[in-house]
């Protein structure tokens, strides 16, 4: 079992930042992809940005140049860094680890952007 819990949400104006944390502990090792999730009111859950265990990000078209995928191995940690956010970057956000065949998810983190 991975567990994982986010941390660094909160409401920002239109044009600040956030950094979002996510803390794993648990059977950690050989965690496969690290990523961050998110899910705006009556939308479906979207892929954020990801990053495997070779350190290959992957972001959605939406966020590329604004936002950074991060990890600190050593804390058991990744972060997402974002930049530049608009009132359409509101929702929850949820980190998200994968396994071998197996997913994990946080409980996930409100982030909300204000114009």
């Known amino acids: 079992q991975v567990r994982l819990v986010e941390s660094g949400g909160g409401l920002v104006q239109a044009g600040g930042s956030l950094r979002l944390s996510c803390a794993a502990s648990?059977?950690?090792?050989?965690?496969?992809?690290k990523g961050w999730y998110r899910q705006a009111p009556g939308k479906r859950r979207e892929l954020v940005a990801s990053?495997?265990?070779?350190?290959?990000?992957n972001y959605a078209d939406s966020v590329k140049g604004r936002f950074a995928i991060s990890r600190d191995s050593a804390k058991n940690t990744w972060y997402l860094q974002m930049n530049s956010l608009q009132p359409e970057d509101t929702a929850v956000y949820y980190c998200y680890a994968a396994k071998s065949i197996y997913g994990y998810w946080g409980r996930g983190t409100q982030v909300t952007v204000s114009s």
């Open positions: 648990g059977s950690i090792f050989s965690i496969d992809l």
């Open positions: 990053i495997t265990s070779g350190g290959t990000t």
